[in-house]
């Protein structure tokens, strides 16, 4: 008993210092950042995505070819987990020296410090404006690409039922399309005409249904200090927006909760019209061929508006070659990658000078619309470290308002939670 | 004759309701045997449906999946069948390494388990341990912290930890278990359910085998391993399954410590599938594949894991 008891403190010291030793062997070998002996690391949201992934990968081996100096290495996670990824890694220390993000975030990821003003050799004056992450006056992050809004339907279909498809020049009106969803609605042919996508509940509703607050003349918060929601969430504008939101849902023209897959269920005609992104257009036309009608955003007042702002590109602070960091990044931002990353992706390229080389996209190409929609209606999600929290209110406030909450105080508690959280935040200034 | 005739002609009144009333009563445990039958094939079905839809759906193309969705077809392979969303699933996703990688790490996980909370569970059973009540008690009660609560301190702390790594300079130690197998094992190992579970599940074995044990020159490491462990099969294959589930089902925490894709386990996959425009039929044929070996598991230890349940749930 008397040995057992000796063995166990003897057992105890040496597993002690045994720790404690290789503990202190450790805080002298820091967990060292990204960058070091001329190897940077570049995290993307592409898990899965195989065509942007093998586009962003040849830019890579472009650039590994290009010099000997810096080893660029992919790394791949899925888009549905990225963000939470990223938050870990810089809780941990472990963040790469290139991260891509989506463009709406910027704000909170400069403000959070986990960006570096970017350094680039190339001129991005260029860029589609919605293809940068600029925050207090400094450009933090820039895309390859950017994404639009859009109406999809059939031509038939608007032919049959004395529907004019609406265009650039002359987008539907409210009562424009208050009447075309009445008239689908009549036929009896679909339960619900419209799909606005009420069934994702990601980024989707502040990227949707945010540029229809503001064709209304509403926003999510004031634009000049960022610091309040108050009268442009809750005013008379929101709320008249609120209540049509809502009475497409008592009207029956949308479903509250929507199918799993819009662009899927528009195919299999179970709703007459998607609103829905660019990204649906590929499919919707390889599935409806020239009967497909690509239409911009409903005008609600304020003329028309879709989200702007998709995947962007930035440096981290904790790199140890942001030279190098600048540097690739100014070597994949070439007419040539961001062509190559478009076509891939289906997606409006961030130049001229790349859009002349995808096809499609070139002055009068059949997806030049879109380039169109988002150079004439794109309004940026608001730049603020608050987004993500403004984005989180937005969202639940939108589904209680669709699913027959009272309007004016779903916006107030909305503008209520916001305000709070700028406050608790000292404003979201610098830190 | 007349005497029988009698007998029976005094009987018959008394046995007819007898007979009248075991009739009904046989008729009203048939009718409660079929009403049994017929809710166990109800949820049975309703079960079985999603996995049916599942694997059903895996073998369709996208569109087909969602125009069969409103009608009975949804859950019957016709149409346009074909394996093409399984040979998708292996271009978009390393599924084979995910899946060995969880395999890998399920299994340790379980065999590490199984030894050291039936170790934790048999010092408090069976050992003198002062406060032991207190002490399991306080194991249990660690059992209402949410995993999410603990994730990001936990985070902090394996980054904390030393790590050995054997590079072309020998023997380095560095900082952070961050991107590593162990990161996906160790944490999981101790188990405050399975240490009850044995805990319980020891106390029904008769202390009296351990004092033959000891008399017998035994020592406590001899009786755990050839007097208690061999007569546990039940709570060790709950354990094993308990333990198993959540390790497949891990999907949270590899999210945010595991950076490289090769070390990624096979919830992680899952999300690879939902870009912008998912491929449900992809999604579908991923899931399927995940889902064989945790139903090839159950059906292993299926008794022995109803059983298990059972006695500890009395004893509970």
Known sequence: ?431 | MAITEVASAKTAPTSAPHVVLGQKTAKKKRALGIGGYLLRIGLAVLFLFPILFMFVSSLKPDQQIFGDLSSIAAFLPIGNISMDNYSAVFDRVPAARFLVNSIGISTITVVAGILVNSLAAFALSRMRVRGKTVILTLIIATLIVPFETLALPLVWWVNQLPSFELTELGFMFSKGWIDTYQVQIIPFVANAFSIYLFHQYFESIPKELDEAARMDGAGWFRIYRQVVMPLSGPAIATVAILTFLPAWNSYLWPLMVVQTEELRPVMVGVQYFFQLNVSWGEVMAYSTLITLPVVALFIAFQRSFVNSIASSGVKG
């Open chain 1, 1 to 431: 008993m008397r040995h057992a008891k000796k063995r166990l403190i003897v057992a105890s010291v040496l597993a002690t210092s045994l720790v404690a030793a290789l503990t202190g062997c450790a805080s002298g070998t820091a967990g060292g950042s990204d960058g070091k002996n001329g190897e940077l690391t570049v995290w993307t949201h592409n898990g899965g995505n195989v065509e942007e992934l093998a586009a962003v990968q040849a830019i890579v081996d472009g650039y590994n070819k290009s010099q000997d100096k810096t080893t660029v290495k992919l790394q791949a996670f899925p888009q549905a987990s990225y963000n939470d990824s990223v938050i870990a890694a810089a809780a941990s220390g472990k963040l790469p020296c290139i991260v891509d993000i989506d463009g709406p975030n910027v704000p909170n990821w400069a403000w959070a410090k986990y960006l570096t003003p970017l350094d680039l050799s190339v001129d991005l004056d260029e860029n589609l404006p919605s293809t940068l992450g600029i925050w207090n006056d400094e450009t933090y992050s820039v895309g390859y690409y950017d994404v639009a809004l859009a109406m999809f339907a059939r031509k038939s279909v608007l032919a049959e039922n004395g529907i004019r498809q609406a265009t650039i020049d002359q987008p539907w009106t409210q009562a424009e399309f208050g009447d075309a969803l009445e008239k689908l609605k009549a036929t009896g042919t679909w339960t619900n005409p419209l799909d606005i996508g009420t069934g994702d509940v990601g980024e989707w509703y502040p990227y949707a249904f945010s540029p229809l607050l503001q064709s209304f003349g509403g926003d999510l918060i004031e634009r000049d200090e960022y610091q309040s929601a108050e009268g442009v969430l809750n005013g008379p504008e929101a709320l008249e927006w609120a209540e049509w939101m809502q009475s497409l849902a008592t009207d029956g023209y949308i479903a509250t909760k929507s199918g799993a897959d819009s662009a899927l269920d528009f195919q299999n005609n179970v709703t007459a019209i998607q609103y829905g992104g660019s990204w649906a257009a590929a499919n919707n036309a390889a599935a409806l061929g020239d009967d497909l009608a690509v239409m911009p955003s409903v005008d609600l007042g304020e003329g028309t508006k879709i989200g702007g702002g998709s995947w962007q590109w930035g440096v981290t602070t904790g790199c140890a070659d942001t030279e190098a960091a600048m540097d690739y990044l100014s070597y994949s931002l070439s007419p040539e990658n961001i062509a190559a990353v478009a076509v891939a992706t289906a997606t409006i390229p961030a130049t001229d000078a790349a859009a002349a080389l995808v096809p499609g996209f070139e002055e009068g190409g059949n997806l030049a619309v879109f380039r169109e929609f988002s150079a004439q209606s794109a309004v940026l999600r608001p730049e603020t470290p608050a987004y993500p929290f403004i984005a989180t209110e937005f969202t639940k406030a939108t589904q209680d308002i669709i699913n027959g909450g009272d309007p004016q105080k779903t916006l107030d508690a909305a503008v209520t939670a916001i305000d709070a959280n700028i406050k608790s935040n000292g404003g979201y200034t610098q830190k």
